[in-house]
């Protein structure tokens, strides 16, 4: 059938819109969901259909088409296109039969992967297979599948080299900012290491963000393989460059629900590094309450599965299970975090960092290259400190930020929010917990991550003995109102201060 | 926080949508799909957040509000409005609970039936229902819990009457338009039957379409009871009388994998014929290719589950499976399907319309007047007979449509439609089998159930002996391009002539 192209100006990110009268649709025998073929000479769409009673919205005779469908088929108002019933892709079927609990072939879910790569099924099609793989489970053979499925339906970034390392934090923990400065590191010692990273999903900020603030982190690939190339390093966002791309929109229909199924996590996290051709990958698995996971069964069984899995896509890994019951720097959020970051790296005096920040990227830093045989097991952390002591690293790090368009700050003169606040210890004691989600909430309604001065400033950390009226912490935002909003947050419930034993007064 | 109203001149019939700009919902905290409250004064919408990059789109600092959000919070383009995140309703962890394979409690199915119907529930949430409900299956309690709830959260229409009936096909059957034949003749035996139907999903013509060529179907629940109380009977469109507001949300989201899962469909069943406060139901499961239930196992299987569930809310069914293997009447589409039915009413001589759709009419009528005990058993199909032909049921016919403001026609003076052509056997033998799914998808090409005058005449039925040439069928439509588009159609497989038994020549 012929229809009139009506621009709707609505856009979804995903999938493709198209909307008929309902009557027109009744007349064609297609529902709301089916996927329709829209045809304009050679250019086509594949886009899902709404429909609609509104003589207002889309006459009969008319299709509606949202933005992005409309810029591909390079239609203009009142353009004639046909549009055809589209069968629903084999994938449908394997979505059922996985729902049904049985399992499925390499094939079927690199169909289903590909098919939601390529915006084919639709989020209550997508929401199926996510339910099908956490009720009945995605076996090891499945979780394999799904992770080789990831990867060879989004790009591959290739480096002509034999050792490629990476990293990955399973996050959770506030401040836990150490990829810059184990990139700066591994870089310093002439490892490959294109690191790739996401902004903030519920934290005050990704590493994305906070490198940000010193440079242009929207790399296109190639821009990408010639820093590499140049400085054996990067610090690019993940998040344009097209890396396992079905990635992304399982995610979105997981959050309703706040499921994460344990073999679409690994499987997530895997096709990344090995879309960046990654060969050794260290993962840290942070624990504790208010951490992503929470119980160290939990992070054991997560571990192994890691292990597993890595082996059959011919990845070496080393999983390390570290402890999330506090932040891990003194600042959070970008500019606090770029800023404690560059003192780590320009070996400021120790006032000037958390000394857990610095141990904890020595730690991964050295890790990593006893993995790759760089070192002796038992020598990597002490070649780690050699590097970053010497200066090495923050000379390779400005190197990196300057290839990406940018230019290391003096940490001294960086500029903070112009509103604070800062909040004191209402009794004596030692601080027991330090809660990331309360943390992290707290930085982001400041404004965090967006507003890059934004965060929280801490004087203090978990096993500190306080005395009543110290600083804990210093709330930074741009804006008064944020700042009024932010501090209402019941905070103590996450920053307990145990009273120091003292017996109460009789 | 505060922001500017924009309306979106876009609607989704449900749920609720308002859009923000990312770089402010990522500064609020909030997400895709989270529930949102937006408050104007005292006026206030639960709606589903949506989320653009597009500053054309939905500025920083703009709400962009679908239009019916729009006038529900009666605001002007330009308001002031003020927004809260909304917590997750309780619903979506019995949802989860569902999915994990635990049972769930009447509390517990009420909640989510409860919030369904509100608009709470995004369709993402309602699809891990129906695959919770899908896998792990509903069991027996559950499934009368959801029919419970699905009563209680929508209208209920009371009569004050002792006996109330009803009756329901599982559909799939072209022309089986049984309905208002048999309401006629119980009205006119003065039982109340308040009959409420569909219009048709994925057939040639629900009861609601086809009753809509003699007169309104579109009633009020005031109007709904006062034809009642006058007439014993009516014949209502459900659709508009918020009668298990719910079954239609997850019937939408089980579309795109063809679910259906029994509990569902049970009790979307029942609650509606209790929402009209029916005491005795007839249930008619056609089986056989082509219809919606194919094996006879199945059937059985569907059956008793209908009686246990019945049983449980004061319900009295009677079950029973009929052929489905071929269309019910001569007329396919609302207005052949009204004229049959008035030859059949008026007692017009047996050319007029197709023997079966009269004695399955009886059929169902003799059965509920047993079932209430009208009639003894056996005497009921007799007792309809003697109704129907005595002229009773058409006198009651010719009231109850002009009670809805229509008027019956002489059936031979009825406008059919412009274009029409017709389709020869081309081999001689007999009729093994008309495929309801073929015949329905032709009258809907053709224009069923939208245009009234669109459809199939059947000459020739199920076991009938046709010689090559002979008259099968005519295709009626308006248009005559979608005449053409669906005379393509391969009706041939779906209408097999078995030859006559004759040897093959030599």
């Known amino acids: 059938m012929e229809y009139k192209v009506k621009r709707l100006d609505m ?38 259909l709404d429909t609609t009673n509104s003589e207002k919205l889309v006459k009969r005779g008319e299709i509606g088409i949202f933005d992005e469908g409309f810029k591909k088929l390079k239609v203009k108002m009142g353009s004639k296109v046909h549009i055809y019933l589209e069968k629903k892709p084999t ?16 094939k079927e879910i690199y169909e289903i992967i590909k098919d939601i790569s390529n915006g084919l099924l639709n989020e209550i099609e997508i929401s199926y297979f996510v339910a099908g793989s956490y009720i009945n489970k995605l076996s090891f053979k499945e979780t394999v599948a799904l992770t080789k499925a990831m990867i060879n339906t989004g790009e591959i970034i290739k480096f002509n080299k034999k050792i490629v390392v990476d990293k990955h934090c399973i996050g959770g923990v506030a401040g836990n900012r150490t990829t810059p400065i184990v990139v700066a590191i591994m870089a310093a ?23 940000e603030v010193l440079c242009n982190v929207d790399l296109s690939i190639k821009q990408m393989k010639k820093i590499v190339n140049k400085t054996h390093g990067c610090l690019a966002w993940g ?22 199924p344990t073999g679409q996590l690994i499987a ?25 996971i929470e119980k160290m069964k939990d992070a054991i069984h997560l571990k192994k599965k890691f292990i597993e899995v890595s082996r059959k896509i011919g990845l070496r890994v080393k999983v390390f299970i570290t402890d999330g019951l506090q932040p891990i720097g003194k600042g959070i959020g970008p500019m606090l975090e770029a800023r404690e970051l560059i003192h780590v790296l320009k070996n400021s005096s120790t006032e000037n960092y958390h000394p857990v920040l610095k141990r904890k990227c020595l730690h991964i830093a050295g890790d990593l290259f006893e993995l790759i045989k760089k070192t002796k097991k038992g020598k990597g952390y002490a070649y780690a400190k050699q590097i970053l002591e010497s200066g090495k690293a923050y000379k390779k790090f400005k190197e990196i930020i300057k290839a990406q368009g940018g230019k290391v700050p003096n940490p001294e003169k960086m500029k903070l929010a112009k509103f604070s ?23 982001r309604i400041a404004g965090a991550p967006y507003d890059k001065e934004a ?20 709330l930074y935002s741009d804006n008064k109102s944020r700042l009024n909003y932010a501090k209402k947050i019941n905070w103590k419930q996450g920053l307990e201060i145990k009273p120091n034993g003292k017996k109460k007064k009789k």
């Open 11 to 48: 856009y979804t990110g995903y999938p493709l819109v198209i909307v008929l009268n309902k009557k027109d649709a009744d007349l064609m025998d297609v529902y709301s969901l089916d996927r329709i073929r829209v045809k304009k000479g050679k250019k086509q769409i594949i886009a899902t």
């Open 91 to 106: 994938s449908v079927s394997h979505i059922k039969k996985k729902l049904m609990g049985k399992k499925l072939s390499n």
């Open 189 to 211: 010692a002439g490892i490959t290491m294109p690191k790739t990273s996401s902004r903030s999903i519920t934290s005050a900020a990704g590493t994305a963000d906070t490198v």
């Open 239 to 260: 998040g344009a460059l097209n890396l396992a791309p079905s990635d992304d929109k399982i995610i979105r229909v997981e959050h309703p629900l706040s499921m994460d």
């Open 268 to 292: 997530s996290i895997l096709a990344k590094k090995r879309s960046v051709s990654a060969t050794h990958v260290l993962i840290d698995i942070p624990i504790g309450k208010g951490a992503k």
């Open 421 to 443: 606040i800062t909040f004191n210890a209402q009794n004596s004691g030692k601080i027991k917990h330090i809660d990331n989600k309360t943390i992290n909430r707290m930085a």
């Open 455 to 474: 965060g929280i400033y801490f004087y203090a950390h978990k096993n500190d003995i306080v005395k009543r009226g110290d600083k804990l912490f210093t």
